[in-house]
């Protein structure tokens, strides 16, 4: 695939110590050598080794710089490239790239390098995305799953199972061009065994969705509980910011206010909420639907108390919580109020902590139980599923293969079998980019920042 010469910048707008400019394309090496002259004369132009030099428009030189040249196709794009280390002035980058578009680049679209690396096979479509998600990582646990995912986490087992329908495809197809003999060539037996082993591994992706996205987007977690318990006053104190308005009227907190926090490498996203009760205020009414909605949406739950709850009343809190698959603390708040203040864990199913949300005590080791409650610690090396895209792609390789057992149990002819195998292949390479169009292209790179 011949490419035109696309550069862009790949540091941030602004200023900076460094400021790198990416050039891709055949022909890269050419301009770079028509505008870069090395202080050492005698310097080669060598593959993947950086040079010292000058960069000069006409006779003004507008930078010293350090370039590196790949050649196609050992680069990340797979073809010709260069990059350019300059200072990081908004202004010589802005002159530099001029000059490169005035000798025969032009400016590279959002995520146009990735893509280019893709459609040169450097790395499949879910490596690809994972870039994008590794640039916008911010905790530990994003990082981890960017991280294996770019290095090809669960693609390399996705197409092994495609390999393996295609070869049964195949084999039933081959039974069609013997219809009127009644062979088979395709064993029942194995195709069953085949069709529930892929079904295991797509059932296990698809159940890692909810804690994969979780983890790459903060886990929900709803603080609730009646009015006046300390929620608002509890936010803060995780927050260290006084984030919330704090009152001693009851029905305080109105509208949900969410914030993020990273706790041992994995973000939670805290959400405060207004206090449950039976309100005629229309607003305060409104607000504790969007508190309901706010636990229905929440992975886990922090249920505050203080001394004017009853064990029965929590109990029945605890109930709806678990009927609704929420993990959930307890927490008896305002301590401090107590004769003898004891702070901490007070048992553990349901799990139950002492906590004082004024006075910030007890919270070191809520964050703990947080952390270990998020369960991502001991799964870090676990492939999770992130990506909504392929979450779907999966959901329909699914029904896909659904459809093909129920065929088998009920022994449909080969034809019919290969539509639903051939339905699973198509939805799985869809994730690793065997197969896409161009609309899925565009729509997937143009979430790139330029440059990358
Ligand atoms: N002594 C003591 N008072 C607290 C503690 N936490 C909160 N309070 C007080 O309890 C009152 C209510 O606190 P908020 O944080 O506004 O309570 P809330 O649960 O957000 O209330 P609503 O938004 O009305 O549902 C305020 O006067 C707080 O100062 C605590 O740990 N100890
Ligand atoms: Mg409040």
Redesign the pocket.
Known sequence: MEQDCICAPATPAGSGALGVIRISGKGTKGIVSRIFSPKNAASAMHDRQVRFGEITDGGECLDEVLLWTFSAPHSYTGEEMAEISCHGSAYIMQRMLELLIRNGCRMAEPGEFTRRAFLNGKMDLSQAEAVADLIASDSRASHQLAFSQMRGGYAQELRTMRDELIRMVSLLELELDFSEEDVKFADRNQLKELNSTLSGKVERLIGSFRMGNALKKGIPVAIV?R???????LLNALLSDDRAI???I????RDTIEECMTIEGVTFRFI?T??LRESGDVVEAMGIERSRKAIDNAEMVLH?TDMNETAEETGTALGEYGRKGKKCIVLH??E??AETPRYGKVSDNPVTYRI????GEGLDELKRQLARMAGFEGRSGEVMLTNLRHYEALLNVRSALEEMRSGLECGRTPDLLSIDARNAIRHLGKITGEVTNNDILGEIFSRFCIGK
């Open positions: 509980g009015p006046n318990t300390g929620k608002s006053t704090v009152s001693p009851a029905g305080t907190t405060d207004a206090g505050l708040n305002k401090d109020l004082s949300a004024l006075r």
